[in-house]
């Protein structure tokens, strides 16, 4: 191919509303397979998107659909190299706000930022098994966390904006969110329970952080028998969840005694 050496390319579009999502991918097909390929920007009237960097340690990918990212994983060499040794930033339809919102995100070296999404896309199911940290923010449909499949390997999670989440994780006959340190569910309208069935031993297990805000339909925080496997939680916040009726099962301080045993802060507001 002539292009075979080709190393970057800039393209011009005159307005970001209407970012041309079939000439994106199109350029895309042909670009992911070249060994030297390294930067595709955009350049808008008031804005540059990048959409891939590749550096040193880093490759960074910023595309207006879900299934854009999978004709990328499909067909270039980067990706098959970032499984192994490098790191990633993924933004799926982050127009309006590309930059991490978890507090430690300095921490996860294969973030993805997933913004605007409807239904369960196949072409978004793997990549978050990939994945270190996670970001949902106004997701359209979704009902629980957990139809995006494993995220095992999740150690932080964000959940924000999403209308129609109701628990984050359904039925679950394996163990889950087993390496997850930190997560914010914030501004999540209809959230009812953070779990529906009983947890199975060693999900949730390495949870130290949980931030829970704008979840005015939350009424219990822990259900009974879940306590006793977060052993090491150490910060909770809860803020403008007015539906909150218990943190803590009476039955499970009763049963346990101690609870929560590396808890240092507690935090509550606008209850």
């Known amino acids: 191919s002539k292009l075979s050496r080709l190393e ?9 509303d209407q970012w041309p999502t079939k000439v994106v991918e199109e ?30 340690s880093t490759l960074r990918i910023d595309v207006p659909e879900a299934d854009i990212l999978q004709t990328f994983i499909n067909k270039s060499r980067s990706w098959r190299k ?8 993924f933004f799926i339809g982050c127009k309006n706000s590309r930059d991490p ?12 930022k997933y913004c605007d999404g409807e239904g369960c896309n196949p072409s978004i199911l793997e990549v978050p098994v990939k ?5 949902l923010v106004n997701h359209k449909d979704i009902k629980q966390l957990s139809d995006f499949g494993s995220m095992n390997e999740v150690r932080g999670c964000l959940v924000k904006s999403c209308n129609t989440i ?7 006959d394996s163990v889950v969110l087993q390496n997850l340190e930190e997560f914010y569910v914030m501004k999540v309208p209809r959230l009812e329970c953070i779990w529906k069935s009983p947890m199975r031993p060693g999900s949730l297990s390495k949870l130290q952080i949980l931030v829970l805000s704008g ?9 009974h028998g879940v306590i006793q496997q977060l052993t090491e939680i150490q910060y909770l916040k809860i803020e403008d969840c007015s539906g909150i009726e ?3 099962s009476e039955a499970d301080i009763v049963a346990n005694g101690q609870v929560l045993p590396k808890l240092e802060e507690l935090t509550l507001l606008n209850m």
């Open 8 to 16: 970057a390319l800039v393209v011009d579009v005159k307005s970001l």
């Open 27 to 56: 350029i895309i097909k042909e670009v992911a397979p070249l060994e030297n390929f390294r930067s595709l920007k955009f350049f808008f009237s008031n804005e540059v998107v990048d959409v891939i960097e590749v550096v040193p």
């Open 82 to 89: 970032v499984q192994s040794i490098n790191s990633f930033q």
């Open 101 to 112: 919102q978890i507090p430690k995100r300095y921490l996860y070296e294969r973030y993805i």
């Open 131 to 135: 994945a270190d940290a996670f970001e």
């Open 166 to 172: 109701e628990t984050i994780v359904g039925t679950a």
């Open 215 to 223: 979840c005015p339909m939350l009424i219990k925080i822990f259900p």
């Open 246 to 248: 218990e943190i803590i």
